[in-house]
Structures are given as C-alpha cells and as structure tokens.
C-alpha cells in the first residue's frame, strides 16, 4: 500500500534517541550519499555500507541507556551491536529524507564464539534490530549488522542492500551450516524501545547477568573488557 507524506512524517522527523537533525549526523550522511545524486535509493544503498563497514560491530556495547543508541554517539565511537547500528543507519536516513524506522526480531545464533555463548548464557539474540526504509511506495529491510571483514572471519558472505529487496540474515554459511534463525518479529518502532529491550534481556538472560553486566560498564566507563576479534568462532 502506498502511503501519503503524511502518513511518513513519523518516519522522518528526529527523536532524542534517533537525533538525525545532530550536525555530525547530517555531515556523515551528506558525505556518503555524495555520489548518489538526488535517487532515494542511490542513497539508501551507499549509507548501508558505510554504517555495515565503517562501524564495528561489537555485541559487548553498553546497551541499557538511551544514550548507548543515539545516533551521534554510535557515529563518533565507531562501533556498537546490531540495534545500535540499526539507530545510526534510521537516523542517516532521515537524515537524507528517507522515510526510516526501525525492526526488531528474536534471532538464534548457529554461529558465534565460544566466549559470546558463555557470556550470555543462550545461543538466542532477543531484539535483534534492523532498519526499514520506505523506497519506491514499499517498505524494505536492511541489516547492517555484521561488517565485510566480521564476516569473511565467520566464514559468512556479507549481507548485501540493494535497496528493492529486504536484506535479512542468512539462514546458512558458506559451508551450508545454520547461522541464523529468525524465531519472533516484536514489530517496527519510531525509536529505539530501550525499556522494552533491556526487559527482554532480563527475562532472557536473567537479571543476574544483566546486572552484571552493567556494573562492568559502568566500572569501566563504557567498555567491557573484551575482545569479540579475537574470540573463538563456534560453526554449529
């Protein structure tokens, strides 16, 4: 169905969270988009990349403030898990007048490290994020979680964004084993639902992990003391 600007501007307009009027933010998606003319696609497709490649993916990032999401703040540290990427990339196209929102959904991970399965005691990933950009009078999926280099390590082919079809996880690897499994869709948002997310993550991870996990953070002013790089890569 195709909506009117009307019923867009929801999609288009900054949050506290999703700050995609920040000047750092307008000048990374003016700078990417540069070569892309005045196609809304064009410029779905190249800050796809830029936020899939150029920001890090770490799934041991501060995630229990609103902050640990803004925009402006995932941009200048260069890094963050899959929701934080998914804020940056909302907010880039808002930015660029792309109506953007952001999706969620419970993932189970055939494909990690050892120590990530430990530290989180599950091999499922709840509120999993990802965008949808509205390109051509339809809502379209991109996931730029996991960057080119992540992913040739994991032995994983990079997903790819061509702004017509929807750009989900891979269900198998390069070897034909499981990667990811989409088990439940919590829906599409305007912001980042931060209480929702660390609830989830209590009930899933229980609140002794979480709380610890936040003591970590907070006794290392945002940093958790580990290296995701140099984990080792579990092939279910």
């Not at 700078?31 to 696609?41: E, I, K, S, V």
Request: charge should be negative; charged fraction near 25%; glycine fraction near 4%.
């Amino acid at each position: 169905m195709v909506l009117m600007r009307n019923e867009l501007w929801q999609y288009l307009v900054p949050t506290a969270i999703i700050d995609s009027d920040h000047q750092q933010v307008i000048a990374y998606a003016y700078l990417q988009t540069r070569d892309a003319g005045d196609d809304p696609t064009a410029k779905a497709v190249a800050l796809y990349y830029a936020v899939r490649d150029n920001i890090w993916y770490t799934p041991y990032y501060p995630f229990y403030l609103p902050e640990h999401y803004r925009a402006s703040n995932v941009l200048q540290s260069g890094k963050g898990y899959c929701v934080s990427k998914a804020s940056l990339l909302c907010a880039l196209g808002r930015a660029c007048d792309i109506p953007s929102r952001v999706g969620f959904a419970d993932v189970k991970n055939h494909l990690a490290t050892r120590q990530l399965l430990d530290y989180l005691g599950s091999d499922l990933f709840v509120y999993h994020g990802f965008v949808e950009f509205y390109l051509d009078d339809k809502w379209v999926k991109a996931t730029p979680a996991f960057n080119a280099a992540l992913c040739q390590r994991h032995q994983t082919v990079p997903l790819e964004f061509n702004g017509h079809e929807d750009s989900v996880f891979q269900a198998y690897n390069q070897d034909q084993k499981r990667f990811m499994e989409y088990v439940s869709d919590h829906g599409v948002f305007t912001d980042i639902p931060v209480d929702a997310i660390v609830t989830a993550w209590r009930k899933t991870y229980t609140d002794t992990r979480v709380d610890q996990w936040i003591r970590q953070f907070d006794k290392n002013k945002g940093r958790s003391g580990r290296d995701f790089e140099k984990e080792d890569v579990v092939r279910a």
